[in-house]
């Protein structure tokens, strides 16, 4: 167990699958105040570890409303918490909040660099449930700059271990993006 997990606060599995959320909700503003409180209570107890954690948390609600920069300067600061602490699964899943982020901001160049990064690190731990996550949000940044061999690579690995996980929906969502390449339709990216 990593430092957090015994208060729960480790990152929820919805951050880093492709749940059809749509930007900018009610319920994104609401826990982008919750990882705001989270964020004050984890520098009051001196945990670097649960801070980290948290500014990813603030980092990634602010993308969901779109407040990318402040996005980007929150998760920044956990990646560098990450690495100095040594947490390879926070340094993996801030990597995935800066790819959404780039992605979303339009900076798909650096939003590719970044998911692999994050692939990278979830590879080395072995976690296929979130390669699988990493895999699909991948494919966007790839399909907007119009590399569809790109995208079709990483959704159709992502397909394969998403089917092998019984993650049927998100199965099924790939293979939608993967017809919309096909047809020569942009893929949704909401994710």
Do not use: K
């Not at 940044?141 to 959704?155: D, I, M, N, S, Y």
């Amino acid at each position: 167990m990593r430092a957090g997990e015994a208060v729960g606060h480790r990152r929820p599995r919805h951050l880093n699958s492709s749940d059809d959320f749509s930007s900018g909700t009610r319920d994104d503003r609401q826990a982008l105040e919750h990882a705001y409180c989270s964020l004050r209570l984890y520098r009051t107890l001196d945990q670097p570890a649960w801070v980290a954690r948290a500014l990813n948390g603030v980092g990634w609600f602010a993308a969901r409303v779109g407040e990318y920069d402040t996005a980007r300067g929150h998760c920044l600061a956990a990646l560098t918490l990450h690495r100095h602490h040594h947490d390879t699964v926070g340094e993996a899943a801030t990597l995935d909040s800066l790819g959404h982020i780039d992605h979303h901001s339009g900076h798909h160049r650096q939003a590719i660099h970044h998911y692999r990064q994050a692939l990278t690190g979830r590879r080395l731990l072995g976690d296929t449930a979130e390669v699988a996550g990493t895999l699909d949000r991948l494919g966007h940044p790839h399909a907007a700059l119009g590399q569809t061999e790109e995208a079709r690579a990483v959704w159709g690995e992502a397909l394969e271990l998403y089917r092998n996980q019984g993650r049927h929906d998100d199965a099924q969502r790939v293979q939608e993006q993967l017809s919309a390449l096909d047809h020569g339709q942009e893929p949704d990216s909401r994710t």
